[in-house]
């Protein structure tokens, strides 16, 4: 402690230079913060990555076992791979592939690349694959709508080749994605009859109509001493071209392919659609590279729309459905207020107790001086601005003033105490009076960073939320010590000269003498009123309702629709559209944009029987009604629709839950194995068990179901004898279907299709037609398809799901009414009942699932924490009974902290277990500064009870003020304020509530403990 004195002592003698190297940190400060990167999430970088293979004739099961199986089987080989999941569906297979958190995600695409390209070769020559990491799909910052009432495929090439190549440039645009609009084709639909009158066949056609249409450069030739490129160019140029190619010559007379076909200009055959509050539109989403500003990439983005809307054709307009930019904007905004004003709380509750303006200013500065450090810091461990860590400087109000008050209020009172002043002068008392609470205020900020230190060890994405919640408030109580320490006693010195106080203690310690002397004398009887409050708080504890995440108002609402499995496009979009002008009419819409099925463009695996529809909303403060009432609202309408199922998500909930590998819903049951068979007849057997569990609704079966097939079972030895390939028939199915691509057309940017195909695009069956098919055989005579192939009405699943290399059936339900263990609890009866199996198996998934893994690891971190502290007070104070009874302040705090959640129904989530965490490390400084003092005391020669007495007397107002402040600091966020704080809400619900209680009950509780336990 002499070192201390010392060093402190030239700290006083060099206030100057304190002065200006405070004054270098608030310039530095400020000078940071302008240039920090403004988001609204800290840098999530999700481990997984996507890939996206599209063969377009492919079924669900044809995808799963030619295309899924393969790139799975490659990718579960690669270095560092967690987890593998999949979905095959039509035309589309996507499977995500996990890695640890913190994985090099440049490498490991690498590596998976790498492994993908050695797969390749067993895949169909048709297969394209993409692979996108996942925190792209996060990275969506802005949402457009082009709409008109002209041509649909003018207004698709208008922004595919007119719009996106401007925003693809900008600087921070990772990536623009066009999806819906109508994609042109050149048709070639052939007759059956004409082609066996001129005895050709669809191959005939198919290789004709490639040969002729050639953009190439064989090669080069040397010519007067230069060197010219042969450049071959007889691309078609438009339908009557096509229509003109020979596909042979049969006695000497040409066959041109308008002899066997009619040619025209189409449409592509589609199973997605897009709209605009019910017009048709192409949807245009703008995403975000990492490490770059939102609002200054949404700002590029917006100029750049306002500039081409100004050359849009006549009736075509553009619009706003997303806008993340605003979101942005707004939370920081209002995380901004919160700080201002629980700043403003501090300064009024330091003036309501020292009630001296000199000593008010002096802890008032200690705020910006610790807030501006922690910016300088927050900058050079790359902490960016966010809700996050502007939430971490919210909550770091309240609690960095509490060193300079336990300083300056002992300052203070050494100042006002002849008795304590007694032969010292002005600066070596106020380096007495710092030296005596500097231990004390040491270890209660240590114990505060070692709170936050397991606080890194928080698995996964919730890990990577509030990780700059923990770096933000560490740094600022890193520079609070420091400012208590050197900054405070430098103030004091320079501005309480000569304007000592002669303060006595007031009213308030009277109020306290007469409470805690009876405590004293009945300890025992203390300690045991304490009980039905610990089993009042354990009641409410087992009450609250445990989630993941609190939700976040984005003012936007995300509907996720899904129709019968094997509904059409057609009726799919009747009933979305309807959908549209339902929510166009509701209070505080602003826009209403659809996409179903698997539109052109889109990087999904949707069904037509699937629609997504994204609804913008007024601003929170601005809306007429609340977002619980509008989904209210809107979900009254979408009952009546019966064939209809829907969730209500916000979208970046939607995104992030996808990113986990979850459902939306409350609960998931995953069931594994082999056989699809197999897995439905159990899963059929659990739908029974489930609709009688009270508390479950909305139950739902898994999303495979079987869609109406048309099967086709090919006769091998019938088609063998006749010299019939299966790849014939393969191609004539497919000219009868999607449509089978012979060659294609560059026009500048774009590429057009060429495809044969023996109907209009989505023409309704004609089975006979079909079953009177003609295929030529070896011999050249002609035989129906019904000869080699027999055809019928079956059922396919709609979608294959996978995970880690099994099949995968997932059932899902709402639960509401019961706690959410209790129904689980249920359910693992009722899967105990299946009787599975060997090889199959079952596991929860769904909020539930995600919520028991958080709650789990969370606990594991809270026990790691007081752990942490106990060893930090022991190092301290060398004795486990004090370091128990300063620890008894933790289960008085959780009294509040139970009852406060409980009472403002809010759940047990991440935020407010972390608001626990925070609490031990916040309530153990009152413990510590009581235990201190009276062992100060005992050294000086007092009695057990006198220390005690001494001890509570003289720290009753520094207990109170930093209670006070760290309460009132925390308000702004507890009050829920503005947009984003309710991320913030349950943590600071948390922390206040066992504050109070940990505050009142420690100023009787602990005297009387240390009265019937103390050395």
Known sequence: MEAFKKMLARVLASRVLVAWIAGAIVVAGLLTYRSMKVDLFPPLNFPILNVITEVPSFSSLEMERQVTLPLESAAS??????????????????????????????????????????????????????????????AMIEGYSLSGPGDQVALRDLALYGLKPRL??????????????KVAEYAVRPSTQLMLKYDLTLADVRAALADNNILASPGVVNANAQELVIHTNGQFRDAEEIAGVVIAVKSGIPVRVQDVATV??????ERGDTSDAGTPAVLINVLKQPNFDTGAVADEVGAEIADFRKSLPAGDKIGNYYDQALLVNDSIASVKESVWIGAVFVVLVLALFLRHLRTTVIATLSIPLSVLTAIVLMRAFGIGINIMSLGGLAIGTGI???????????????????????????????????????????????????????????EGFAGRLFAPVSGTVTFALL?????????????????????????????????????LEPALARPRTVLLLTLPALFLAFTAYKKLEVAFLPPLDESAVLLNTDMPPGTSLAEARRLGMKL??????????????RQTGHASGAEDTDNVNHSDIMVKLLPKNQRPVTLDAFIAGLKEKTDALPSMQVNYLMPLAD???????????????????????????????????????????????????????????????????????????????????????????????KEIGVVLRFNPAGADLDLEALRSLPLKTAGGSSVPLEQVAKLGYGGIPSEVLHENLSRKLTLTAGISGRPTKDVAADLTRALGELNLPAGYSWAFSGKYATEQHALSNMIEVFALSVLVVAVILWVEFRSLRQVGLILLTIPLAAIGAMLSLYGFHETLNVSSMIGAVMLVGIVVRNGI????????????????????????????????MTASVTTLGLLPLAAGWGTGAELQRPLAVAVIGGLITSTLLTLLVLPAAMIRFGE
């Open 264 to 269: 025209e200009r189409g449409l592509q055959y």
């Open 400 to 458: 960095i003033v509490d060193d300079a008050i336990v300083v300056l209020e002992n300052i203070f009172r050494w100042l006002s105490t002849p008795e304590l002043r007694a032969g010292r002068g002005h600066r070596e008392t106020i380096v007495a009076a710092t030296a005596e609470v500097a231990a004390p205020v040491v270890v209660s900020t240590l114990t505060n960073i070692g709170i936050f230190l397991p606080m890194f060890l928080i």
């Open 479 to 515: 520079a609070s010590l420091v400012v208590a320490l050197t900054v405070i006693p430098a103030l004091a010195d320079r501005w309480l000269a000569g304007h000592e106080a002669h303060e006595k203690e007031g009213g308030l310690h009277a109020v306290y003498a007469r409470v």
């Open 580 to 593: 549209e002008d339902w929510l166009k009419g509701m209070p505080g819409v602003i826009a209403v944009v």
């Open 929 to 960: 500064m009581l235990v201190d003092y009276s062992n100060m005391a005992r050294r000086g020669g007092a009695t057990r009870a006198e220390a005690v007495r001494t001890a509570a007397s003289k720290r009753l107002r520094p207990i109170l």
């Open 77 to 138: 080989g690669v270095l560092g791979v967690r987890k593998v999941r999949s979905t095959s569906a039509t035309g589309i297979c996507m499977i995500s592939v996990e890695f640890a958190w913190g994985t090099d995600m440049i490498q490991a695409r690498q590596l998976l690349l790498q492994a993908l390209s050695a797969a390749q070769g067993q895949l169909p020559p048709d297969a394209n694959s993409t692979v996108e990491n996942l925190t792209a799909a996060l």
């Open 168 to 181: 693809q440039r900008l600087p921070g645009v990772y990536k623009v994605l066009v999806m819906g609009g």
């Open 655 to 749: 995104k992030i839950n996808d990113a986990l590998g979850g459902v939306p819903a409350d609960i998931g049951i995953d069931l594994f194995g082999p056989d699809l068979k197999v897995l439905h007849g159990r899963a059929e057997k659990l739908l029974a068990k489930m609709a009688a569990i009270k508390g479950l609704h909305d139950v739902r079966p898994p999303s495979d179901l079987p869609v109406p097939s048309l099967e086709v079972v090919i006769d091998k030895k019938e088609a063998g004898r006749l010299g019939i390939t299966e790849r014939a028939i393969h191609d004539a199915l497919a000219a009868y279907s999607l449509g089978l691509t012979a060659t294609s057309v560059r026009e500048v940017q």
